[in-house]
T-cell receptor, first 115, second 114 residues
Framework: DAGVIQSPRHEVTEMGQEVTLRCKPISGHDYLFWYRQTMMRGLELLIYFNNNVPIDDSGMPEDRFSAKMPNASFSTLKIQPSEPRDSAVYFC?????????????FGPGTRLTVL | QKEVEQNSGPLSVPEGAIASLNCTYS??????FFWYRQYSGKSPELIMFIYSNGDKEDGRFTAQLNKASQYVSLLIRDSQPSDSATYLCAVNQISGGGADGLTFGKGTHLIIQP
């Protein structure tokens, strides 16, 4: 398997622009997670889906952020309008549903810079 | 609010020695505990997980869990320069038997000195 795929790998945009990050989970995985990593705050969970349904979006910082999962093989994280404080590395991860442990496999990340 | 605390380091260990990484967590409902390794500019990769009190060994790595003390540790034996990375501790609280989002510590930067 190719692992979790994210695109783009790098994104530079100007404040106020719309940004869309994309993720393809590992085939067969039931769960998809979006995380954000910054030096100040570390790695934070933004939202996660189970079988394409959003389960917990309490980590989404504000209404400027939205995420969708239209099918089992694709998810997007959108920021509109973007702000400089959104600059971070955004990771997508996926996992299989298990009775106890849920090893999450991370994609390579998208490094977002908002000028 | 779930919190996971780690010493940010850097933790410097000579090659061949044992590196000891520690983590504490605030939520007593946490059931699964994970150690991820992250090289600079790369994504986190799972080293091992543990969910029962005691020790769990996998090659040169040993995870230790003490739920009463809300403490998790990772030991790396025979440390190698390639072990130099940031080590992230993560916990989750399984709800209804399904998966859950992970709460991460900010990580400990480990340096193995040749």
């Amino acid at each position: 398997d190719a692992g979790v795929i994210q695109s783009p790998r790098h994104e530079v945009t100007e404040m106020g622009q719309e940004v869309t990050l994309r993720c393809k989970p590992i085939s067969g995985h039931d769960y998809l997670f979006w995380y954000r990593q910054t030096m100040m705050r570390g790695l934070e969970l933004l939202i996660y889906f189970n079988n394409n349904v959003p389960i917990d979006d309490s980590g989404m910082p504000e209404d400027r952020f939205s995420a969708k999962m239209p099918n089992a093989s694709f998810s997007t994280l959108k920021i509109q309008p973007s702000e400089p404080r959104d600059s971070a590395v955004y990771f997508c991860a996926s996992s299989l549903e298990t009775a106890f442990t849920d090893t999450q496999y991370f994609g390579p990340g998208t490094r977002l810079t908002v000028l | 609010q779930k919190e996971v605390e780690q010493n940010s380091g850097p933790l410097s260990v000579p090659e061949g020695a044992i590196a000891s990484l520690n983590c504490t967590y605030s939520d007593r409902g946490s059931q699964s505990f994970f150690w991820y390794r992250q090289y600079s500019g790369k994504s986190p990769e799972l080293i091992m997980f543990i969910y029962s009190n005691g020790d769990k060994e996998d090659g040169r790595f040993t995870a230790q869990l003490n739920k009463a003390s809300q403490y998790v540790s990772l030991l790396i034996r025979d440390s190698q320069p390639s072990d130099s990375a940031t080590y992230l501790c993560a916990v989750n609280q399984i709800s209804g038997g399904g998966a859950d989002g992970l709460t991460f510590g900010k990580g400990t930067h480990l340096i193995i000195q040749p």
